[in-house]
């Protein structure tokens, strides 16, 4: 049984509004008074960036980043740059991951808190691993909220959640510590076009482009994402199979994630990766003797995407023809 002393908890990114991202007043001290309740013995890293108001904060360590700025990832028709925070995110995420002593470790956004801490037994629940598949040293517990298994009414790779993670620190550092995403460069000669990875097609979302840089830095075989829906038969299968045997893949109740208000949908969305989906995925892959069960998954989510999907697909295909 893993004691909680061999946890740390990286809590990354602001505790207030910073930058264009609105914060919840009080968020991280909630976050921060969870990890006592639910991992006593836990250690605390706070990763934020430098001038951000701790105060009353108190975690076992905290880190000021200096701040790595909005990364270019696209540019206007009229070469307007369009900035995302994907260096923020790792720069922050790595900083506390470096940080960490035990050889257990989350990484959780300053914005989330725990309500329990089931994470922890069912990162151990699942023994069987495909050994042709296995790039981690452990399984990862990734969420189901904004782990899009679809988008658009077609199928996506690649697209895990980004809220948290937990497992060997080894493992967490894999994923977090990479390089720094550079500006996208302004092409003169596509002048009065937009420009943007993947164009003309789609881009791809922005877990999807870190996901891509640290998948494919683990694992040479790694498929390399064009655009948001590339997705062959042969990207989705390595795909299955990496989450089959690498990740255990549950929802925020079942982990203890406390998600606030504007993560929270009313019912479970269709395009995510629900449990039941993954668990179908550990039994194909993993251990065939394993229960999981195909009838569970359509009476659940499965006749709703039925439904929903190929609405969203006309929407796009509609949207993306004007």
Not at 56 to 71: F, H, I, K, S, Y
Not at 278 to 301: G, H, V
Request: a positive charge; aromatic letters at 12%.
């Amino acid at each position: 049984m893993m004691r909680f002393e061999e946890i740390s908890v990286v809590i990354q990114g602001p505790v207030q509004s910073y930058q264009g991202r609105p914060q919840e007043e009080g968020i991280t001290h909630k976050c921060i008074a969870s990890i006592r309740q639910f991992l006593p013995g836990a250690t605390v890293i706070l990763s934020t960036w430098e001038g951000q108001d701790c105060t009353g904060l108190e975690p076992d360590l905290l880190l000021l980043n200096q701040d790595p700025g909005g990364t270019i990832a696209a540019y206007g028709a009229d070469g307007t740059p369009g900035k995302l925070n994907f260096n923020r995110q790792l720069v922050s995420s790595a900083a506390g991951l470096r940080a960490v002593k035990t050889p257990y470790a989350v990484k959780i956004r300053s914005d989330n808190y725990l309500t329990g801490n089931g994470f922890v037994a069912a990162q151990q629940a699942f023994p069987e691993r495909n050994s042709q598949d296995v790039l981690f040293a452990e399984r990862v517990v990734v969420n189901t909220s904004y782990f899009r298994k679809y988008a658009d009414g077609k199928r996506l790779v690649m697209l895990p959640s980004d809220f948290f993670h937990f497992g060997r620190t080894e493992d967490l550092l894999k994923i977090w510590d990479i390089p720094l995403f550079p500006d996208l460069e302004y092409d003169p000669a596509k002048a009065g076009q937009a420009q943007f990875y993947g164009a003309p097609m789609t881009p791809p979302h922005a877990e999807q482009m870190y996901c891509n840089a640290w998948l494919g830095e683990l694992d040479k075989r790694a498929p390399r994402l064009a655009y948001r829906h590339h997705a062959t038969a042969q990207m989705r299968e390595y795909w299955d199979r990496f989450i089959a045997s690498n990740f255990v893949v549950l929802e925020p109740a079942q982990i203890g994630l406390g998600l606030i208000q504007r993560f929270i949908p009313k019912k479970k969305r269709p395009n995510e990766i629900s449990y039941l989906d993954w668990e179908l995925l550990y039994k194909q892959y993993c251990d065939p003797q394993y229960p999981a069960s195909r009838l569970k998954l359509f009476t659940t989510i499965g006749w709703r995407r039925m439904v929903k999907l190929p609405f969203s697909y006309l929407k796009f295909t509609l949207t993306k023809g004007k």
